[in-house]
């Protein structure tokens, strides 16, 4: 069974291409390929020109990929393309070790992946207007980052990566598919996890991904070429593909794995898993009419469980239908969603869970009128348990998990260079990790952004070495 837990999502563009090889190492002159490929009746060809010092992306490169797409949805999907992270944020997403290592692992892989340019002809997806498109980009538009090591990233940097427009407005207009990225992350090698990827995004129609099959074939050869295998030998693409075959029978993603015909005639039958089966369409519908974007309705789905989630849309429609109105219809069902105990949906009349021996407001009409516990003042039970959770952890991941937050609320007011400041403060103990995050989101919630930037700039302007 898949595991319930993290679900992401992947740009499907990116996905179905194969743009990162599935081998971990490559040949030390694997610096281009190019295929030319068959979906139906249309051809498409894909080109990939790498550097001679770095070559064409692979090993890790996917993991990497895929959690960019994913940082930039959590941060909002700016129009800019910018995702404004730390290495360990970008490490974590991406489900690999934090530990020294990986951080050199790390730079090489965004190295690549900035140098790297690809030429796509007939490939590319402009799915808003239903369309084949040729484009040209590399996977990283931009990027910049500080560095206590001349061009050398370290576990202190903080990183403005600007992903290509191509890209961007992909995501923007919801040409996504799901990524189990729990279940991704169990997966022991890159080649399974980048294999996993691309069988998923195949099983997808492109031109209407809500449709997904439960199996596939294709041609050994071909295949191992869209895969980035280098070899004329089906013997060996056979052996490559096995390794990461025996993961994923093994895991329940793949039912079957079939050979059929021999030679460079051999063709692949894949069945997939029954776990692995995308959200309901209809229920998707149903949240994009309480206004729940496609890309949040698909996380949603995948976090909480469609169980839940139907639960959540039928108790929120009978909360509406009542009479209710939230200022905001998305909110209010993520909280319904988040918070199922706050709501109390008696037969007659309606009311939205309130403290013991108190009554409910009235309208106008004297009818009572549901409204939303918001309980005491002070913060929620919730609220004290993270911040107990997070005084329990280390300082260093205290110290992530505020520049995760203030990252994303002050990424378009804080120049790389303050965030880069104020990691410092927080690493060298001249600020309580907790303290500022507390007081950062209070002054934001409370409609003093400008004053908190503010603020924030001078007290780290009194801590600037001079």
Known sequence: MADKGIRRFDELNI????????????????????????DGERRYRVTCQALPEYGVPHGIDTDISAALVNLY???????????????????????????????????????RLTTTTYF???????????????????YIDRIAFTSGQADQLDATSVLQITLPQEIARSVRAGYLKSLDLSFMQTLRRPPTRALYRL?????????????????YQVGLMEWAEA?????????????????????????GFLKSVE?????????????????????????LQDLAELGVTQTRALQLVREHGEGAVEDAVARCRTILVSGYKPRSKPAFFVDVLKNPGKYLIPEEPMVAQKPAGKAPRRGARGNPQPT???????????????????RAQPREKQVEEVMRTL??????????????TLRLALDEGLEDPLEIKAWAIKGISSGQKGAVVRDLRARLSLQRPT
């Open 73 to 111: 949805i959590d941060q909002g999907s700016p129009p800019d393309g910018v995702v404004t992270c730390t290495p360990y944020q970008l490490l974590q997403m991406a489900g690999l070790d934090t530990s020294g290592r990986y951080y050199s692992a790390l730079d090489e892989s965004l190295k």
């Open 259 to 283: 050979y059929l015909g021999r030679g460079k005639k051999k063709m692949l039958q894949y069945t997939f898993g029954e776990a692995f089966i995308p959200p309901d369409p209809a229920l």
């Open 120 to 138: 796509i002809s007939e490939g590319w997806r402009d799915h808003p207007r239903g369309r084949w498109t040729n484009v040209n980009f590399r």
């Open 227 to 251: 895969c980035k295998i280098v070899t004329d030998r089906p013997s060996m693409a056979q052996r490559t593909l096995d390794a990461a075959h025996e993961e994923l029978l093994e895991k």
């Open 199 to 215: 069988l998923d995004a195949q099983r997808r129609d492109p031109e209407n991904p809500d449709a997904v099959a439960m199996a």
């Open 372 to 390: 939303l516990f918001e309980g005491p003042s002070g913060p929620s039970e919730e609220e004290v348990d993270e911040d107990a959770r997070l």
């Open 15 to 38: 996905a179905r291409l194969s743009l990162i090889s599935v081998q971990e190492r490559i040949p030390a002159d694997y610096r281009d390929w190019s295929v030319e490929l068959e």
């Open 407 to 420: 990252t994303f609320l002050l990424r378009n007011d804080l120049k790389l260079q303050e965030l880069d």
